[in-house]
């Protein structure tokens, strides 16, 4: 890589190198640029490789023009006096992400040569609003003409100047809110752009939904302040704008409501998190809950029974809510949900309709009331009520009493159950049958659930579940989310649920994107992804499924799982298909439950379990945000052993299939001690026990304990079983509530540290005439049987029997079970075995645990034949599989030592001999090794970025792919060739993407942008000035014109400005009078002196605006420059990145 900050000297040298190599070598193709019939720079728009930019959410309208608007460093703020301190703040946010400083005008100035930053309100007849109507009148600006009627709506315009106009960044709302998005869009743009360079565009956008945001409604522990401060805070930025306060343990809410808060409370809790959501627009909607009429709250309830006490109680209710406004709320919420249905015992008029009538007509005299100078007094209170019923999943019935309610209140439902979803179908069915669209309050991703498991998990994706595409604009009047008591990885939901109640997806396809995009907005707040954002994402893949305990009963979603009562979301899709975590790990799995396993097998699970520990190392040494981290640290942790245990499992499994069982053993007990510390890592859930936090329930875990399985099988020399060749059922007992060890394949999994636990319905019991039963696929002969349960005196049953039911389906008792934890039946001969239960005889006071129930296959003899068998031996053995992968050679090695023992194995079966020949025949297959590039190969040309040179966007992708490889070469005698090329063509591709800064390119075109009122001017200069700016103007626009990529160095930029400069400088009027300098006015910046705010610890040339003193160097290397534009050299051909 080049030294920080070449000197001309450098530059020159390179230069004068190349110019004696041009006799040898042909010119250099110059590519072809527009450019204006004057002779001016070339377009800055294509400083933008794709000329799109990425924002969430997504907007509605993007129109892309030709050419793009430079920033400057100073620009002119005109904002009406309607936009209030919050979209103010954002403005001076955005610009200060690219260092620009402002000063205000009253009018909108016309000079040519300056930025203007303009940001009014639709209607107001104010001077942007003016000045935006006469854009559209005169053609330069199209705006539709419903654009303004919509949700939140506003226009974002960026239109560059030329030597009568000056540049114009516009943002025009429907109202302060509104400009306030479109200042959040523009603050986005700012963050990806790899320059200065802003592409002439126009946005037109608006929002699907009225209302968006996320409810702390969950059962748990409640948010701190500062978690709420924190969240309110980043919705901002993607312009979400309700939180409505709902914690069920704040008991001021519920079951105190009448309590007024401390003023300890108000100053320290309340009052900042009602500034946080009024700053971000993330409104804090303060909601009672006045309804609830149990526990701690029973009695307290709002009262209809008398008009005396509806208008005492009303009056409270008034107060509480006046406290908060007081303090800065500006919006509140009822809510009914999980109370007591008083309309059911009153009418819903004369309670629920009341009340919202009365609140509303109160909201409305708050709002009239002025201070002494006529202000409001409780400015940006809005009238919009939330209310959630106390029948809020909505079955379709009782719905007519909703059309009374006043059109300011929005009506709360949770799509038809419980854990509901936002579709298209609920939403029509609720507005044609009330008149009224639903805000939908989304369980998801609420984990609250949890408290019915033995273990705490995060959900980390599940929006094809619970945001259905196909709604349209007014489908729903609101959308909130109910998020986990973990705030920081809530964001992750959120994020998604913001993008979707924007512009709402209209494909699955929508949802995935999303997904894939959030996490470097939720770890740091931008758009382009970190490594520790890469590694978060990865880990989040393996974290979706939700559970709902079971609470809405039966029903058929694809991706619900009866049996664990969750969703299982996606969990370990990969949507990009880059790591089949899914596939890869559910093939492996299958392999280990039925034995068949080979060294072979392992690879790719290999690859899946190092990539998964390195996610959680890179995002261990990356987070972006501290707080996400501390919250979620357990699951990092859980990560971390439970990787490694894998990788150790897949180990040991290798060991033993090698045969050497001694070394096998020890490490797999290396794996095992590894598994259970992953479940030391503890949080505290809704009853404040402390459980371990878990991931990858569905695919990831699972598949280590199938590798414990298979290696304890292994080195114990017992047979693995196969589970598909049985089947579990029960009768009058199922699987327990607690949601750990419900899986009934651990009965006939063979491993007898795995359970089934199981309860009757309605009791904590076992019912008698409870049964268990394991069917085999094909009935078999069977002369002993194992019966395995928990330990005596343990959650065992006392008092039953074991049976077997034959090929004719006759059932025969074997003996009884007494309560022992292991039980061995044997008969005095062999029977046919279709199944075999156990029934309890007598019930229980206590759940069933059990760990093994089977019937031992006996093999029948028959003729065996060998020749195959030792005919495939031969052929093995003469395989040449030195350039295989190391699991492909110690499979084959493997198998044939298998096959060897099979052969002098004079008791093996015809099945057994058949296996050997297969399990040859696959081994023979072998992966070729990848040996293009080596790990110190790939090491020693490594592009670093220690100067900042390259675009942060490009250089992680970079970086990314760059770590993929080596990780891969780090086990390069496991390197598949197809696996090896893969990685090294997106090595090869990323690093040849790489993009220089442009920074010092934009400041050299708008350099020679503000050079244009010099040319075709010789006769009003001295012919020796104007000569030189000549040469140095055309060596400038040549070298941009041949360098539309922004290719060139930073350095020669920041050279060929420095000499534009000096030569303006140097101009000297004919007539011996002081030239003047075109849109230059006292105080502003001279062409080519543009100066933006340095990034920290960052001296690179031309980045930061500042000219380096290159004095006569500069003409020396415009002269150098010359000799090679005639040859057909440029800069940009001369580039070369070095490592």
């Known amino acids: 890589m080049r030294a920080n900050g070449n000197s001309t000297h450098e530059i020159l040298g390179k230069i004068v190198t190349a110019i004696a190599s041009i006799a040898m070598t042909a010119a250099f193709a110059v590519p072809a640029m527009a450019a204006s019939d004057s002779g001016t720079a070339a377009d800055p ?19 892309y023009g030709d050419g793009s608007l430079i920033l400057r460093d100073k620009a002119n703020t005109v904002v009406e006096p309607g936009i209030d301190s919050a979209t103010k703040a954002r403005l001076n946010e955005a610009l200060k992400l690219k260092g620009i400083e402002t000063t205000a005008a009253d009018a909108v100035p016309e000079t040519a040569y300056q930025l203007n930053v303009l940001v009014g309100i639709n209607g107001s007849n104010g001077v942007v609003d003016k000045y935006a109507k006469q854009l559209i009148a005169d053609g330069t600006l199209k705006v539709d003409d419903s654009t303004f009627s919509k949700n939140d709506s506003y226009v974002l315009a960026v239109r560059q100047g030329n030597a009568k106009t000056p540049d114009t960044i516009l943002v ?13 869009t523009l603050y986005q743009i700012f963050q990806q752009l790899p320059g200065r360079a802003v592409s002439n565009l126009t946005f037109s956008d608006w929002a699907d939904v009225k209302s968006r945001g996320f409810i702390e409604g969950y059962y748990g522990s409640p948010w701190s302040t500062k978690d709420r401060v924190n969240l309110m805070t980043w919705g901002g930025y993607y312009k979400m704008n309700t939180y409505v306060y709902a914690p069920k343990d704040d008991p001021l809410h519920r079951n105190n409501w009448r309590g007024l808060y401390t003023k300890d409370q108000i100053e320290n809790e309340i009052k900042p998190q009602a500034e946080a959501g009024n700053k971000s627009k993330v409104r804090f909607v303060y909601a009672l809950a006045p309804f609830h009429n149990d526990g701690e709250a029973r009695g307290k309830h709002f009262r209809f029974d008398t008009e005396e006490h509806y208008q005492k109680d009303l009056k409270e209710l008034k107060a509480k809510y006046m406290q908060t406004i007081d303090a800065g709320v500006r919006q509140i919420a009822l809510l009914a949900d999980d109370s007591t249905d008083w309309g059911a015992q009153y009418g819903n008029d004369n309670t629920y309709v009341r009340v919202l009538k009365d609140l509303t007509d109160w909201i409305h005299e708050l709002q009239q009331e002025k201070n002494d100078d006529g ?4 400015e940006g209170l809005k009238d919009t009520i939330l209310y959630c019923p106390a029948l809020y999943s909505y079955t379709g019935a009782g719905d007519a009493w909703y059309k009374d309610i006043p059109s300011n209140v929005q009506i709360v439902m949770t799509g038809g159950r419980t854990f509901g979803v936002a579709s298209k179908d609920f939403a029509d069915t609720f507005t044609k049958n009330t008149g009224r669209a639903p805000f939908m309050w989304i369980n998801w991703p609420c984990s609250d659930m949890n408290r019915n498991t033995a273990y705490q998990y995060l959900v980390m994706g599940g929006q094809n579940n619970f945001l259905k595409p196909g709604a349209t604009y007014g489908t729903y009047d609101g959308i909130m989310l109910n998020p986990m008591q973990q705030s920081e990885p809530s964001k992750q939901g959120i994020f998604m649920a913001a993008d979707y109640s924007w512009n709402l997806w209209q494909s699955e396809k929508d949802g995935q994107q999303s997904w894939e995009d959030s996490f470097s907005y939720i770890d740091h707040n931008s758009p382009i992804a970190s490594k520790g954002s890469r590694g978060l994402r990865d880990l989040a893949m393996n974290m979706r499924i939700l559970n709902d305990g079971g609470i809405d009963g039966a029903h058929k979603d694809a991706e619900y799982d009866a049996v664990n009562k969750w969703w299982i979301n996606n969990e370990s899709v990969d949507y990009t298909g880059k790591l089949d975590v899914k596939g890869v790990l559910t093939e492996l799995k299958g392999k280990l439950d039925g034995g068949t396993a080979t060294a072979a097998d392992f690879s790719q699970a290999l690859t899946v379990y190092t990539t998964l520990q390195r996610a959680a190392k890179n995002y261990r040494a990356n987070p972006g945000d501290k707080n996400m981290f501390d919250q979620i640290e357990p699951w990092i942790s859980y990560w971390d052993d439970l990787t490694a245990s894998a990788i150790d499992y897949i180990t040991a499994a290798k060991q033993a299939l090698a045969g050497d069982t001694e070394a096998a053993k020890a490490t797999y007990a290396t794996a095992k001690a590894a598994f259970a510390k992953s479940d030391t890592h503890t949080i505290a859930d809704y009853y404040q026990r402390n459980k371990p936090a878990r991931g990858g329930l569905v695919i990831v875990r699972p598949t280590v304990q199938a590798l414990d399985s298979f290696v304890k099988a292994k080195t114990s020399g017992s047979v693995t079983p196969t589970p598909s060749d049985a089947t579990v059922s029960t009768n009058g007992v199922g699987a327990a509530a607690w949601h750990e060890n419900v899986d009934p394949k651990a009965v006939i999994d063979g491993d007898d540290s795995t359970f089934f636990w199981m309860q009757s319905a309605g009791c904590d019991c076992v019912k008698a005439n409870a049964a268990l039963t394991v069917t085999y696929a094909e009935a078999r002969k069977a002369k ?10 343990g959650d065992t049953i006392v008092n039953g029997k074991i049976e077997y039911q034959d090929a004719d389906g006759n059932w025969t008792k074997i003996g009884d079970v007494n309560g022992d934890q292991k039980q061995i039946f044997t008969l005095d001969s062999a029977a046919t075995v279709k199944a075999v239960r156990i029934t309890n005889l007598a019930q229980t006071s206590k759940w069933w645990k059990v760990y093994d129930l089977s019937a031992t296959k006996i093999d029948e003899p028959g003729t065996v034949t060998k020749d195959a068998l030792n005919a495939k031996i031969a052929e093995a053995e003469k395989v040449d599989s030195a350039d295989w992968t190391k699991s492909s050679r ?21 099945a057994k001999v058949d296996a050997a020949v297969a399990a040859l025949e696959s081994a023979m297959k072998g992966v070729e090794r990848y040996t293009a590039k080596t790990a110190d190969q790939l090491k020693a040309e490594h592009v670093s970025n220690d100067d900042a040179t390259y675009t942060e966007a490009s250089y992680n992708k970079y970086q990314s792919a760059y770590d993929d490889f080596a990780a891969a070469l780090a086990n390069a005698d496991d390197l598949a060739k197809a696996d090896g090329e893969a990685l090294e063509a997106a090595y090869t591709a990323a690093k040849s993407a790489l993009r220089y800064d442009q920074s010092a ?9 503000d050079a244009e009122p010099y040319v075709g001017k010789a006769s009003e200069y001295t012919k020796d000035s104007y000569a030189k700016f000549t040469v140095a103007y055309e060596a400038l626009s040549k070298q941009l014109k041949a360098d539309p990529n922004g290719e060139g160095d930073p350095a020669t930029y920041t050279a060929l400005r420095a000499a534009l400069d000096k030569a303006i400088k140097g101009l000297v009027k004919s007539d011996g009078t002081e030239p003047e300098r075109p849109g230059e006015k006292p105080g502003e910046n001279k062409p080519g002196e543009n100066k933006p705010g340095e990034k920290p610890g960052v001296n690179k040339p031309g980045a930061d605006g500042k000219l380096s003193n290159t004095g006569a160097d500069v003409f020396g290397l415009i002269a150098a420059m010359t000799m090679l534009a005639a040859a057909g050299v440029t800069m940009a051909g001369l580039r070369k990145r070095i490592g």
């Open 45 to 63: 728009g294509t400083t933008q490789q794709s000329g799109q930019y990425k924002i969430y959410p997504q907007p509605q309208n993007t129109e």
């Open 172 to 184: 025009l709302g429907r109202d302060t809110d509104s400009a306030f998005y479109g200042l959040t």
């Open 375 to 378: 202000t409001a007094k409780y």
């Open 784 to 793: 002993e049987f194992r019966f395995i349960q928990a330990e005596k005196g």
């Open 890 to 910: 110690e499979a084959l090695a493997d198998a044939i030592a298998a096959a060897k023992a099979v052969a002098a194995d004079q008791d093996a079966t015809q």
């Open 1001 to 1009: 390119r934009d400041y050299a075109q708008l350099a020679l942008n």
